[in-house]
């Protein structure tokens, strides 16, 4: 990362508390720190279960933290009032997984999309369907979409108005958690390559959740592996999916698909072997 971080992370914790008597609270997530600077795209790679989705929630102020401290461009908003939060939404959002899921489908999507650009606003009606119609543009979608329902669209298309929302007010952050992984490999690299278009153009960091390092390969500028709440290795991505250092990290390079049959049977068996001698 070069300049400043618009992102910090420092030595966050998050711990649940048990329900049973004098048991000890659950540790999710301990002694986390790293950064995003500007227009930079970092990737939190793990296995089901990390604790990658929780450090995105937390870092959106969804889930309370333990320990430790988030800064956004150098404010702390570790534990902003509600009123607070709401006004922070100006400079972070989030993509999430399942983009039914995040749309209200009672809504038209210029509904949904009308939201995040009225909040605060003193913008017209037809200034905000301007700006909606823009928004569509954007993301590869006609017009007239703001006027249909969320079942109306295919998974790729609900995805790309999820994506037009969460860039609506142009946030300097977005949390893409696995915004991805219910996509198909053809609509997930196109959803990968507007992404990219948006970041090339507004100019906001991403951090971006995720399983699969076969995706943030190329995608993502440093990935940090997440195993047991803590961070194993981190470093350019190039380096940290082609020359993994840890143990952890190499059987999650085994586990990734990749198009050669010959290539991905044998690092099946890698990976067979690596599970057996651990």
């Known amino acids: 990362m070069t300049g400043t971080p618009i992102l910090q992370v420092d030595a966050l914790a998050v711990r649940y508390p048990s329900r049973g008597w004098r048991k000890p609270p659950t540790t999710v997530i301990e002694d986390v720190s790293f950064e995003v600077g500007q227009a ?3 990737a939190l790679v793990g296995e089901s279960g990390s604790g990658k989705s929780t450090i995105g929630r937390a870092v959106l102020g969804l889930t309370p933290v333990t320990a430790g401290r988030v800064l956004l461009d150098g404010r702390d908003t570790t534990h902003l009032s509600g009123r607070a939060r709401r006004v ?4 972070i959002q989030a993509i999430f997984q399942n983009p039914y899921g995040s749309l209200n489908p009672a809504l038209p999507v210029g509904r949904t999309l009308a939201e995040p650009l009225l909040a605060g606003s003193s913008r017209s ?10 928004l569509l543009r954007r993301v590869g979608l006609p017009e007239d979409a703001a006027d249909r329902y969320p079942a109306q ?10 994506i037009a929302r969460a860039v609506a007010r142009q946030p300097r952050v977005i949390i893409c958690d696995e915004p991805t992984s219910a996509l198909d490999v053809t609509t997930q690299a196109a959803a990968l390559d507007l992404l990219a278009e948006l970041q090339q153009s507004l100019g906001c ?12 390969s190329e995608f993502a500028a440093r990935t940090l592996v997440l195993r047991h709440g803590r961070i194993v290795e981190e470093g350019r991505s190039t380096d940290v999916c082609n020359q ?9 390079v085994a586990a990734a698909p ?3 049959p010959a290539l991905q049977r044998e690092r099946r068996q890698q990976r067979v072997g690596m599970e057996a001698t651990t």
């Open 153 to 162: 669209f295919s998974g790729g298309q609900r995805q790309r108005i999820a």
């Open 88 to 91: 922070l939404a100006t400079d």
């Open 244 to 252: 993994p250092q840890h143990e952890y990290t190499r059987r999650l």
């Open 258 to 260: 990749v198009p050669d």
């Open 40 to 42: 930079e795209t970092v």
């Open 125 to 134: 009606r037809g200034e905000v369907r301007e700006h909606i119609n823009g």
């Open 205 to 216: 960091a991403y951090l971006f959740i995720t399983h699969d390092l076969a995706v943030v």
